[in-house]
């Protein structure tokens, strides 16, 4: 399937088998320990795994420049889903992930998830990082935020936290026995996905997915990603530094301090926006 949702007619009908199906979304142009030589960056491609029986989709991730509708509508299908393509400068930045193309994934993600059956069992969601990574709770955090911003913006909950919806991991890959082993963490989660049970077409719930999240997920995500000129005016002045902290001569206390009132933010923002909607 395109960028627009339009299938192949030379795609063969492929059913869904017992062991689930898992979608790695990738970043689109970018090679990483997940990328096949022979599927496209551009393109929703899904295939039957000859060793372990799972279903793979492989599916492109936003751009800054867009949405990503391809990954919502594959990773709406999977029991476990595995954004690749991320690096530690992408997680440690200020803002985090949020401000990155993955934070525009993850959201896509969430919206997707947030407007099908929430009694489904809970997806895995595994954030592949290609190196090393020091410290993956402040990257589980901004996740968690992301999350609560679409929560608030898609269906007005406050109360729904991610934990709800997904088991995250955060791994970093720095080999590719790392690769296998994720893969495998995957495949092994494959069996949560809604088409487990069934012997449903693929390709034809990759479509149906299309066509529902297209319209919802391009009119929720353009106050996620905000922009660093805007962050550097409107930040500072309401920084809360923490006491006994001198932010010129400990900048990790100016990161996370920023990272907080980021989040606060953005929440409020996107509760701000659906309530001048409505």
Request: charged residues 15%.
């Given at each position: 399937?395109?960028?627009?949702?339009?299938?192949?007619?030379?795609?063969?009908?492929?059913n869904?088998s017992?062991?689930g199906v898992?979608a790695?979304?990738?970043s689109p142009g970018?090679m990483?320990?997940?990328?096949?030589p022979?599927s496209?960056s551009?393109t929703?491609e899904a295939?039957m795994?000859?060793?372990?029986?799972?279903?793979?989709?492989?599916?492109?991730?936003?751009?800054?420049g867009?949405?990503s509708n391809a990954a919502?509508?594959?990773?709406s299908?999977?029991?476990?889903v595995?954004v690749?393509g991320?690096?530690?400068s992408d997680?440690?930045?200020i803002?985090?992930?949020?401000?990155?193309?993955h934070?525009?994934?993850l959201?896509?993600?969430?919206s997707s998830?947030l407007?099908?059956?929430?009694?489904l069992e809970?997806?895995?969601l595994?954030?592949a990082?290609?190196?090393?990574?020091?410290?993956?709770?402040n990257?589980?955090?901004?996740?968690a935020?992301?999350?609560?911003?679409?929560a608030?913006?898609?269906s007005?909950?406050?109360?729904?936290?991610?934990?709800d919806?997904f088991?995250?991991?955060?791994?970093?890959?720095?080999?590719?026995?790392?690769?296998?082993m994720?893969?495998?963490?995957a495949v092994?989660?494959?069996v949560?996905?809604?088409?487990?049970?069934?012997?449903e077409n693929?390709v034809?719930a990759?479509?149906?997915?299309y066509?529902t999240t297209?319209s919802?997920?391009?009119?929720?995500?353009s106050a996620l990603?905000c922009d660093?000129?805007?962050?550097?005016?409107?930040?500072p002045p309401?920084?809360?530094?923490?006491?006994?902290?001198d932010?010129?001569?400990?900048?990790?206390?100016?990161?996370n301090?920023?990272?907080?009132?980021?989040h606060?933010f953005?929440?409020?923002?996107?509760?701000m926006?659906?309530?001048?909607?409505?």
């Amino acid at each position: 399937m395109d960028a627009s949702g339009v299938i192949n007619q030379r795609a063969s009908p492929l059913n869904a088998s017992s062991k689930g199906v898992i979608a790695l979304i990738s970043s689109p142009g970018d090679m990483d320990s997940f990328s096949s030589p022979s599927s496209s960056s551009k393109t929703v491609e899904a295939d039957m795994d000859d060793t372990s029986g799972c279903i793979i989709v492989r599916s492109p991730g936003a751009t800054l420049g867009s949405s990503s509708n391809a990954a919502a509508a594959a990773s709406s299908i999977a029991g476990a889903v595995v954004v690749t393509g991320v690096i530690p400068s992408d997680c440690e930045g200020i803002g985090g992930i949020a401000e990155t193309r993955h934070g525009k994934t993850l959201y896509s993600i969430f919206s997707s998830k947030l407007n099908s059956d929430e009694s489904l069992e809970k997806a895995l969601l595994m954030v592949a990082v290609e190196g090393t990574l020091e410290e993956d709770e402040n990257v589980i955090q901004d996740i968690a935020a992301i999350f609560k911003s679409c929560a608030m913006s898609v269906s007005g909950k406050e109360d729904i936290v991610l934990e709800d919806l997904f088991e995250v991991q955060i791994v970093s890959v720095t080999s590719q026995d790392d690769a296998a082993m994720v893969m495998s963490t995957a495949v092994a989660a494959g069996v949560r996905s809604p088409l487990s049970q069934t012997s449903e077409n693929v390709v034809s719930a990759i479509t149906q997915a299309y066509s529902t999240t297209t319209s919802s997920t391009d009119t929720t995500t353009s106050a996620l990603l905000c922009d660093d000129s805007t962050l550097v005016i409107l930040v500072p002045p309401v920084l809360n530094y923490p006491p006994g902290n001198d932010v010129l001569t400990d900048p990790s206390s100016l990161i996370n301090s920023v990272r907080k009132q980021q989040h606060f933010f953005k929440t409020h923002w996107m509760a701000m926006t659906k309530t001048h909607s409505s």
